[in-house]
């Protein structure tokens, strides 16, 4: 081998280069681990622990200035809202802001609100909420480029216009507690997983940056719970609107008859949800739902439940003759017909006394039956126990006891006077038994609990269904209510072309002033979807053939109408 040949070879140099290639991968190695690391930290801190480092990210520039009471939405039977319908602008304005002339002038322009009661605010020292009732959207950007002032867009629990007042009740806002209504009913469900947080965005030395505005974040990320009603609002509105045109004190309930459901409840008068204290001291009992929490006395319209405790009972029929003088004595008391000063309506068949709603003959048929027996016919009917409509405070009414109608009071009764009391949900119902060939369906104002993601939570459906009367008795009955429209004390219920059955009633009690009479019809119609109930009491108006009746023809026309 050359000596050149042996000193080019050199074993080491291989070695040498190997060893090269074991640091880089180990350096390698070193930095992919280090990487992996570095990817699994960022998994870590983004996606697992991204939400509590989210929060304190978030705390740092956000800060908490209150609570914000809120409820869940109380919607109608077409998902229309009865509250939280009116979304509202506010401005605000920190200790800090700065109240020169110039800004002044732009809040008043905002607001309304004048220069000297802005002053007066300010000079409190405390934060101002202002509403804003012009939305000019130059000014308010010229507005928000001062410091210390700031927007908020929040929801007013109820409107001006207060549809539903009654059933939808009014809240204790300092508590978010429901004081009436479904409002109190529901509170439990409403108030659940409610209320939001109120903050401001801050910069770096704790100063709200302006033009950002208030942030208003949800307290839970649970689904809200929202009730959803029988209620019509297209129907509620005709109704309140019939009482108010008229300056009507009284109530109103409609109901659907194959299912109970009440479309409409209507109550006068009215009261403002959001101003509650004004009515406190009122006497006018503006804060009571005259549908469910006080009873009236009945007058005729009771008569529905004797004429059908005498058929059904086989005491009388439609062509049975009796006399009318004019007035019944029972015992020293004489009670008068409305035909008293014509000296009575003479010889006529009972069905004619249903039409011309004839006392005298309701009294003699009524002491054929004997008090037990009508009493427990008026028992089935549901006079004298809560109808469960699920609103809170609905009373009883009251129902005679049998002694009562042993003696004279039975006379009294026949006529729906007396110790008898009904509410006007009450006399809907039982009219509903006439048109449900003599079924009870029950009466029902709360259709399903329903969360923000339009999920059923419960349904609420009438628990039972009773035979009150046979489907002969409750024929013979609207048969005579028919009657009643065509020919008798009801024809201003009258609607052309419109099948209408009905009873009025003018029962004599004691109002604000002292003796009075109010006025009653109830009775239904075929419109062009169901049936409907319509029954009506106005207060201190004596006949209900001449104030009542036009309501109910006011109300079916208009349902018509909206093609109901």
Not at 24 to 39: A, E, H, M, N, Y
Not at 83 to 105: G, H, W
Not at 207 to 225: A, C, L, N, T
Not at 345 to 357: I, P, V, W
Request: glycine residues 10%.
């Amino acid at each position: 081998m050359d000596k050149s040949k042996k000193e080019s070879y050199n074993p080491r140099v291989g070695q040498g280069m190997n060893l090269m290639e074991r640091r880089l991968f180990i350096i390698l190695g070193i930095i992919s681990f280090i990487l992996i690391l570095l990817v699994i930290r960022l998994f870590h801190i983004q996606l697992i622990k991204g939400e509590t480092y989210g929060k304190r990210a978030f705390e740092q520039w956000f800060h908490v200035i209150g609570d914000v009471a809120d409820r869940g939405t109380i919607y109608d039977r077409n998902s229309i809202p009865l509250t939280d319908k009116v979304k509202e602008n506010y401005l605000i304005l920190e200790p800090s802001f700065n109240l020169n002339d110039e800004n002044a002038e732009i809040i008043g322009s905002l607001t309304g609100i004048s220069r000297d009661e802005l002053l007066k605010k300010a000079s409190q020292n405390r934060k101002i909420e202002l509403l804003i009732n012009k939305y000019d959207k130059d000014l308010i950007i010229n507005i928000l480029r001062n410091k210390g002032v700031s927007t908020i867009h929040m929801s007013q629990r109820y409107d001006p216009e207060g549809l539903a007042s009654h059933v939808v009740g009014y809240i204790n806002e300092y508590k978010n507690s429901g004081v009436s209504g479904l409002e109190k009913s529901f509170n439990d469900e409403l108030s659940e997983n409610r209320g939001k947080r109120v903050g401001a965005i801050l910069d770096a030395q704790n100063r709200i940056i302006p033009g950002f505005g208030y942030v208003v974040i949800e307290k839970s990320h649970e689904p809200k719970k929202n009730i959803v009603t029988t209620v019509d609002s297209r129907v509620q509105k005709i109704c309140e609107d019939g009482l108010d045109k008229n300056n009507y004190i009284g109530s109103i309930v409609v109901l659907d008859r194959k299912s109970g459901e009440v479309l409409a409840m209507a109550s006068r008068p009215n009261f403002e949800q959001s101003n509650v204290g004004d009515h406190l001291e009122s006497n006018k009992k503006e804060l009571f739902n005259k549908a469910v929490q006080i009873s009236f006395p009945p007058g005729s319209v009771f008569k529905i439940i004797v004429a059908a405790a005498l058929v059904e009972n086989n005491i009388i029929h439609l062509d049975d003759r009796l006399v009318c003088e004019g007035y019944e004595m029972l015992g020293k008391n004489m009670i008068k017909c409305n035909s008293y000063e014509r000296g009575g309506h003479g010889d006529l068949s009972f069905e004619e006394a249903f039409t011309l709603s004839c006392n005298s003959a309701f009294i003699q048929g009524a002491k054929a039956l004997g008090g037990k027996k009508l009493i427990e016919m008026a028992k089935k009917f549901g006079i004298g126990e809560k109808t469960g409509i699920k609103l809170y405070g609905e009373v009883q009414g009251i129902l005679p006891s049998e002694d009562y109608v042993k003696g004279a009071g039975i006379g009294n009764v026949a006529i729906g006077q007396g110790t008898v009391e009904v509410t006007p949900l009450q006399v809907a119902r039982f009219t509903n038994v006439i048109a449900n060939d003599g079924i009870d369906v029950g009466v029902r104002l709360v259709k399903e609990i329903r969360n923000d993601n339009g999920k059923v939570l419960k349904e609420f459906n009438n628990e039972k269904i009773d035979r009150v009367i046979s489907s002969y008795t409750s024929n013979k009955i609207k048969k005579m209510m028919k009657k009643v429209v065509e020919e008798g004390t009801g024809q201003r219920a009258k609607i052309d072309n419109i099948e209408s059955y009905g009873k009025t009633g003018s029962a004599q009690a004691v109002g604000m002033d002292g003796e009075t009479v109010h006025a009653w019809f109830t009775g239904f119609f075929l419109g062009k979807k169901s049936e409907y109930i319509i029954t009506v009491i106005v207060e201190d108006k004596r006949s209900g053939g001449r104030v009542a009746t036009p309501l109910f023809s006011y109300i079916a026309k208009r349902m018509l109408e909206v093609g109901l």
